[in-house]
C-alpha cells in the first residue's frame, strides 16, 4: 500500500519538479547558502551526486569544491544490486555517461574511498520533510548507503517542496540538513 502511494506521489512530485520557476536562480541560492554554510567550510571531504536532468546542479558545486582543495568522490552506480561507491575525481573531465545516462567517475581512473565516516554527503532527492526524510527515485541507491553511512548527510530542496511529512517505509533513511533557497533545516532537531 504504502509503495502504491509512494510511487503516485513520487510521480506528481516529478512533474512538480519539472516546472519549478526560476530554477537555475534558485540551484544558486541553494548552492550559496550550503557554500557559505559551516557544514560546507569544515568538511575536508565531500560526497555529492551528479546531477542530472531537473535535479538541483551539482557540477559548478564539484567545481568550487575541487578549488577549495576539497577531496571530492561522485557516486558510480552498479545496478544489479541498486548501491553506490564514491570514487574520488580531481576534475570533471574524469566523468563519462553510466547507468542512466548520469555522468560518473570512470573506475579505471578514479580511487574508490573507503573511509567515508568523516565526510560530507550530499543526498538527492525530489522532495523532502521536517524529518529528513525523503522521496527519491525509487531504486533505493542512496537510502542502502546512508543505512552505513556515519557523516553528516545533506538534502538539496527546493523550499516549495520541503514539507511537513513523507511517507515512509522502514528502509528509508533521513538526512541530517536540509537546504533550501531560503533556509538551512536541522531535521536532527525539527529545525
Do not use: H
Not at 568538511?43 to 535535479?55: A, D, M, N, Q, R
Not at 574511498?113 to 541507491?141: H, M, Q, W
Amino acid at each position: 500500500m504504502i509503495k502504491e502511494e509512494k510511487q503516485k506521489l513520487r510521480m506528481s512530485l516529478i512533474e512538480k519538479r519539472k516546472c519549478i520557476s526560476e530554477k537555475e536562480k534558485k540551484d544558486c541560492a541553494i548552492l550559496a547558502r550550503f557554500i557559505d554554510s559551516d557544514l560546507y567550510n569544515s568538511c575536508k571531504t565531500l560526497l555529492v551526486y551528479v546531477s542530472f536532468g531537473f535535479e538541483i546542479e551539482t557540477l559548478s558545486l564539484i567545481e568550487r569544491a575541487l578549488s577549495d582543495g576539497k577531496e571530492v568522490a561522485v557516486p558510480l552506480c552498479n545496478s544489479a544490486d541498486c548501491t553506490i561507491r564514491f570514487f574520488l575525481i580531481s576534475s570533471l573531465k574524469q566523468l563519462k555517461k553510466g547507468n542512466y545516462n548520469i555522468l560518473e567517475p570512470e573506475e579505471a581512473c578514479c580511487k574508490e574511498l573507503l573511509e567515508t565516516k568523516a565526510a560530507l554527503c550530499v543526498v538527492p532527492g525530489l522532495s523532502f520533510d521536517k524529518n529528513g526524510f525523503r522521496i527519491g527515485f525509487g531504486k533505493g541507491y542512496y537510502d542502502r548507503f546512508l543505512s552505513e553511512f556515519c557523516g553528516i548527510s545533506v538534502g538539496f530542496c527546493y523550499e516549495e517542496l520541503f514539507v511537513s511529512d513523507l511517507l515512509k517505509d522502514e528502509y528509508d533513511k533521513s538526512v541530517s540538513f536540509v537546504i533550501t533557497e531560503t533556509k538551512i533545516y536541522n531535521t536532527c532537531q525539527g529545525e
